[in-house]
């Protein structure tokens, strides 16, 4: 089923029955976790007027206010704090390691419920959006300390089927007991194919540029971009506390 994944932005105009996800994010819940706490939550947005406010922070994309769900999961170590808190238990999670740990359980928990869906034959698209502007999301879903979003899906029944995109060959990832040198050869063993797919070189043609990692480097996630959002992601993260 993984093999035929794609990205679903059009939605058919059907409920998502809520006994159905409340069984799917209860089966996700066997994913992998560290030290067994479980350090995630996740906000689900059906509300029209919330997934309004919502778009702007997800760049308008278009599924978000058509798909009948949007879900936010969030690095949750404030009920794990209140937990110890009230175990008579001091907790000392206010940092940036226990911030990774939580976001490396929110994405795991996230990968395994998107999987969990598809099966079931709902369709989704993930939003790489959501740390770009994470403390307009934080204020708009009354996030508190120690609660931070790390990823975000819409969620429903398909009214598309798209093409699937491209990856790239199990050489360009898989290193052999240490890593292996990225060399001139190896880029082109595992990036020409990719390179010359037509929707590539027409990206290439409507944009002027000569090489597709121009189109990375020059338009989608430019050095500035990149750090004037950095200077955003950390102050969020001493907002919630996990930084100082």
């Known amino acids: 089923m993984i093999e035929n994944r794609r990205s679903i932005r059009k939605y058919k ?5 809520d006994a159905l996800l409340n069984r799917l994010l209860t089966e996700a819940e066997r994913t992998q976790t560290m030290g067994n706490l479980q350090l995630y939550s996740v906000v689900v947005t059906r509300d029209k007027d919330m997934k309004a406010r919502l778009a702007p922070l997800h760049f308008n994309q278009p599924m978000v206010t058509q798909a009948p ?4 999961f969030c690095a949750d170590f404030n009920r794990t704090a209140e937990w110890c808190r009230n175990r008579k238990a001091m907790p000392g999670y206010d940092n940036f390691l226990s911030f990774f740990n939580a976001a490396s359980d929110a994405l795991l928990y996230c990968q395994n419920f998107c999987t969990l869906a598809e099966a079931e034959g709902l369709g989704l698209c993930y939003l790489g959006t959501t740390i770009y502007m994470p403390q307009q999301i934080i204020d708009v ?7 931070f979003p790390v990823a975000t899906i819409t969620l429903g029944w398909p009214d598309e089927t798209p093409p699937q995109t ?3 060959p199990l050489s360009a990832i898989r290193h052999n007991e240490t890593y292996q040198p990225v060399t001139s050869e190896s880029i082109d063993r595992d990036y ?3 390179e010359n797919l037509p929707e590539n070189q027409e990206f290439l043609r409507i944009n002027d540029k000569e090489t597709l990692a ?6 989608r996630y430019t050095k500035k971009d990149n750090e004037a959002m950095s200077e955003g992601l950390f102050a969020a993260l001493r907002h919630q506390g996990f930084i100082e």
Do not use: G
């Not at 105009?13 to 029955?17: I, K, L, M």
């Not at 769900?69 to 936010?72: A, G, I």
């Not at 879903?141 to 609660?147: A, C, E, N, R």
């Open 192 to 194: 020409t194919a990719k």
């Open 214 to 219: 121009q189109i990375f480097t020059d338009i």
């Open 69 to 72: 769900v949007v879900l936010t």
């Open 141 to 147: 879903l009354k996030l508190p300390k120690l609660v």
């Open 166 to 168: 491209d990856r790239l």
């Open 13 to 17: 105009d059907a409920v998502v029955d």
